[in-house]
């Protein structure tokens, strides 16, 4: 038997793309992938038009609480994808490093976050099918 994929998503403020894609990944995944997130500076609570563009397809995130980012997050990552931010990560040799440059949802409305949650859902879709089809 092989073990569970494990998938770490990171962003600035953990409040906003990397939690939608965690709670898309984790969905989509339905526990056959190991699914963290956490970010460098991260906010006190998730972005509210984040929460509400996932609502709107029956995921909640309310409850999430963005993280820190640590050294062992990515140390017990096979794949870790960066959100477009600039962010600094650890390095550690064998794991896979992703970015995707997506737009930030921070201070954006519903109506310009909804694009970005689509963007983030067909990336995750393709990462599933890549990582539990291969």
């Given at each position: 038997?092989?073990?569970?994929?494990?998938?770490?998503?990171?962003c600035?403020?953990?409040?906003?793309?990397?939690?939608?894609?965690?709670?898309?990944?984790?969905?989509?995944?339905?526990g056959?992938?190991?699914?963290?997130?956490a970010?460098?500076?991260?906010?006190?609570?998730?972005?509210?038009?984040?929460?509400?563009?996932?609502?709107?397809?029956?995921?909640?995130?309310?409850?999430?609480?963005?993280?820190?980012?640590?050294?062992?997050?990515?140390?017990?990552?096979?794949?870790?994808?960066?959100?477009?931010?600039?962010?600094?990560?650890?390095?550690?040799?064998?794991?896979?490093?992703?970015?995707?440059?997506?737009?930030?949802?921070?201070?954006?409305?519903?109506?310009?976050?909804?694009?970005?949650?689509?963007?983030?859902?067909?990336?995750?879709?393709?990462?599933?099918?890549?990582?539990?089809?291969?």
């Open positions: 038997m092989t073990r569970t994929p494990e998938v770490l998503f990171v600035v403020h953990n409040a906003g793309r990397s939690q939608m894609a965690a709670a898309l990944l984790r969905h989509y995944s339905l056959r992938v190991a699914v963290r997130s970010g460098s500076e991260p906010a006190e609570m998730v972005n509210p038009a984040a929460a509400a563009a996932l609502a709107e397809w029956g995921l909640d995130i309310t409850a999430e609480v963005p993280s820190k980012l640590s050294a062992e997050d990515v140390a017990v990552s096979d794949v870790v994808i960066t959100m477009g931010c600039g962010d600094t990560c650890p390095v550690f040799p064998g794991k896979r490093y992703l970015d995707w440059p997506l737009e930030d949802p921070a201070g954006q409305g519903l109506d310009a976050v909804r694009p970005i949650r689509d963007e983030i859902d067909r990336r995750v879709r393709g990462l599933v099918a890549e990582i539990l089809d291969a």
